[in-house]
């Protein structure tokens, strides 16, 4: 069975420094990837996906994404953080190529930036 | 477009009540899930369905149920309720085929079993 590890479970830092949450993944197949955001009494959303091609991926509000097949990897990335960004992000991978249909999720890191 | 509704938002419940939640979607989604999210843990899988009159068991069923009569809707339903079950549920529908899409969520409703 695939598995999401999030190693980071809470990540505090001030605005406008950088940020790398980590996402790794054990499946052996082809995968689709997913970072969703959720904010405070909300509902997921998404902030950027990766399905094939360019493996830098970008998203909204600034975030991208690297898929490294070798290592099992898609950390998400932001240069410089703001105090809206204050979240719970979840990394999610789907199984089988082209698809979301069947979606594994990580636990989840809460980012807390201060302002 | 209103996308994924859930209802109630918020609910409280005693022990050994029962209650359905609700899910619909207008987005002609052929697969629809039900997942509860718990504090540290992610989400969780219940129940999905690949289209009307098909569901399916995810990672934690026990003690739920759903059915799909309609393309629309999918709701789920606790018989018994009890105090693990006190968890924010989350519905979510995808279209199904191989068109990239994201799966889209509804807002949640938080359910406390006391």
């Known amino acids: 069975a695939q598995s999401v590890s999030q190693h980071n479970h809470h990540v505090i830092l001030s605005e406008a420094a950088s940020l790398e949450l980590g996402c790794n993944y054990s499946y052996g197949g082809t995968v689709n990837l997913f970072w969703y955001v959720q904010y405070p009494g909300q509902h997921l959303q998404l902030l950027l996906k990766y399905f094939s091609g360019d493996p830098l991926v970008k998203g909204i509000k600034g975030f991208e994404a690297e898929f490294i097949k070798s290592k099992f990897s898609f950390n998400l990335r932001k240069p410089s953080v703001q105090w809206s960004d204050t979240a719970e992000y979840f990394c999610a991978i789907g199984r089988g190529s082209g698809s979301a249909r069947q979606l594994t999720f990580g636990s989840g890191t809460q980012l807390t930036v201060l302002p | 477009n209103a996308g994924v509704t859930q209802t109630p938002k918020f609910r409280i419940l005693k022990i050994g009540q029962s209650m359905t939640l609700q899910c619909t979607q207008d987005?002609?989604?052929?697969?629809m899930y039900w997942y509860r999210q718990d504090p540290g843990m992610g989400l969780k899988l219940i129940y999905y369905s690949v289209g009307a009159g098909i569901t399916d068991k995810g990672e934690v069923p026990n003690g739920y149920n759903v059915s799909r009569s309609t393309t629309e809707d999918f709701p789920l339903r606790l018989e018994l309720a009890a105090p693990s079950q006190t968890s924010v549920y989350f519905c979510?529908?995808?279209?199904?085929?191989?068109?990239?899409?994201?799966?889209?969520f509804g807002d949640g409703t938080r359910l406390s079993i006391l």
């Open positions: 979510a529908s995808i279209r199904g085929d191989y068109s990239n899409q994201p799966q889209h």
């Open positions: 987005m002609n989604h052929n697969y």
